[in-house]
């Protein structure tokens, strides 16, 4: 089973930041938070994983609180092109194949113009 | 430049024919990985491998089999497809030397058994 809480969907106006909440309340101390998104008719695309500290890249920014029993996902400046379903995951770094991706529903964010 | 590519978009197969799904990653991977995902259910794994002729169950193998021969194939089969096998499949790659242990995913093939 899916260790995360997504809400189902969220709304965000076009230009505007989207911010994505996940909750994990039973992770581990070794496990990192990944997030994925899966745009329609199109395989899941990784977008960033952490583990304690904020981590940023050219797609998202991720703030994982401090307890490290949930995170948000922010992108700054939402395009429509960010319409997707959002998977948040947690899973160890290492372990190879026997380390798998395990997805629940995700959140279906829509942006509005 | 598409990394993980799956042979078929769209597929429709009879009950009872023996399908094969198809995928093939560029990026030397050691892990692949075959999904399939329904609607309210998301994405749930059928089987995977670690590296050529291995081969592990994942969630729901029943009704499907798997064979790598070549590190960069990973071949889905459905002995005998039945109408509950369709479904969007997806195929996945993976590596223990990229700097974030993430999986590329292709585009899917959408499965309807008629």
């Known amino acids: 089973d899916a260790k995360t809480t997504q809400p189902t969907s969220m709304d965000c106006a076009e230009g505007r930041a989207a911010n994505l909440p996940c909750n994990h309340s039973?992770?581990?101390?070794?496990?990192?938070v990944y997030w994925y998104r899966q745009i329609h008719s199109q395989g899941p695309q990784y977008i960033i994983h952490g583990l304690k500290n904020n981590e940023t890249n050219e797609m998202a920014s991720l703030i994982i609180t401090e307890d490290r029993k949930s995170s948000t996902l922010i992108l700054p400046h939402a395009t429509l092109r960010d319409t997707a379903v959002y998977y948040c995951?947690?899973?160890?770094?290492?372990?190879?194949?026997?380390?798998?991706?395990?997805f629940g529903t995700g959140t279906l964010l829509a942006v509005q113009p | 430049d598409v990394k993980v590519t799956q042979s078929s978009r769209y597929l429709v197969k009879r009950t009872g024919e023996k399908v094969f799904l198809e995928c093939v990653q560029d990026m030397d991977h050691e892990n692949m990985f075959w999904y399939r995902q329904d609607p309210g259910l998301g994405l749930r794994l059928i089987y995977f491998s670690y590296d050529v002729k291995m081969k592990e169950k994942g969630d729901i193998p029943e009704g499907y089999s798997v064979s790598r021969e070549k590190k960069e194939r990973f071949s889905l089969i459905l002995e005998s497809a039945s109408t509950n096998q369709t479904s969007m499949y997806l195929c996945?790659?993976?590596?223990?030397?990229?700097?974030?242990?993430?999986?590329?995913f292709g585009s899917g093939t959408r499965l309807t058994v008629v």
């Open positions: 995951i947690v899973r160890l770094l290492y372990g190879g194949a026997t380390n798998k991706l395990i």
């Open positions: 039973t992770i581990s101390g070794n496990e990192y």
């Open positions: 996945a790659s993976s590596s223990i030397r990229d700097n974030y242990y993430g999986y590329t």
